[in-house]
């Protein structure tokens, strides 16, 4: 059964630092591309980012509410997605989800780790 | 960025009514076009890729159509667990962008 875990979610200070994971099971996770999505209370879902596969250079998209503050990466040997959050907002405060990309989209959803940023 | 607009962002409809909700792309996006379904405190649910591909086990009361800038996602009899919040998503280019959402609620 394909299964993803995330983790690492709590309170953070303004300005502090979170780092999630995403754990994966049931599948070739190094053949795959990855999503980070979010969603602040009572909003709509919000694309974080994506990293790609090993073959296409673990490459990383952004989107630009995040963009140089946050940091996606990999380790295939562990099967673990990570979502580093440095510099972090109260907008940043959100359920956050990680995704298996398949045909250019997530076909497979974790079921959350949330992240309140408040002093 | 792609613009996704969705409609009606909110509906009322009763069991084994058929629903159509649209969305549209402020750009043509091809068939990049993805359909989830949320209930509440749930992660996401995919239902449709390619604009009309439903995801596997997905029942076939969903469907999805459209192409380039204008998309509709159908549910032709609604049922008590189709009551949920739906979302479109382009992913034709980066950023990858979401619809505001649908939220179909019990009549």
């Known amino acids: 059964e394909v299964q993803l875990v995330e983790s690492g979610g709590g309170l953070v200070q303004p300005g502090g630092s979170r780092r999630l994971s995403c754990a994966a099971s049931?599948?070739?996770?190094?053949?795959?591309?990855m999503d980070w999505v979010r969603q602040a209370p009572g909003k709509g879902l919000e694309w974080v980012g994506r990293?790609?596969?090993?073959?296409?250079?673990?490459?990383?998209e952004y989107a630009a509410s995040v963009g140089g503050r946050f940091t996606i990466s990999r380790d295939d040997l562990r099967d673990l997605l990570y979502l580093q959050m440095d510099n972090l907002i109260t907008e940043d405060t959100a359920v956050y989800y990680c995704?298996?990309?398949?045909?250019?989209?997530?076909?497979?959803w974790g079921q959350g780790t949330l992240v309140t940023v408040s002093s | 960025d792609v613009q996704m607009t969705q409609s009606p962002s909110s509906l009322s409809a009763s069991v084994g009514d058929r629903v159509t909700i649209t969305c549209r792309a402020s750009?043509?996006?091809?068939?990049?076009l993805a359909w989830f379904q949320q209930k509440p405190g749930k992660a996401p649910k995919s239902l449709i890729y390619?604009?009309?591909t439903l995801q596997s086990g997905v029942p076939s009361k969903f469907s999805g159509r459209g192409s380039g800038t204008d998309f509709a996602l159908t549910i032709s009899s609604l049922q008590p667990e189709d009551f949920a919040t739906y979302y479109c998503?382009?992913?034709?280019?980066?950023?990858?962008?979401f619809g505001g959402g649908t939220k179909v609620e019990i009549k």
């Open positions: 995704g298996r990309v398949q045909s250019g989209t997530c076909d497979t």
């Open positions: 049931g599948f070739t996770f190094s053949d795959y591309y």
């Open positions: 990293i790609r596969n090993k073959a296409n250079d673990e490459t990383p």
């Open positions: 750009q043509g996006i091809s068939d990049y």
């Open positions: 390619g604009a009309s």
């Open positions: 998503q382009q992913y034709s280019v980066y950023p990858i962008t």
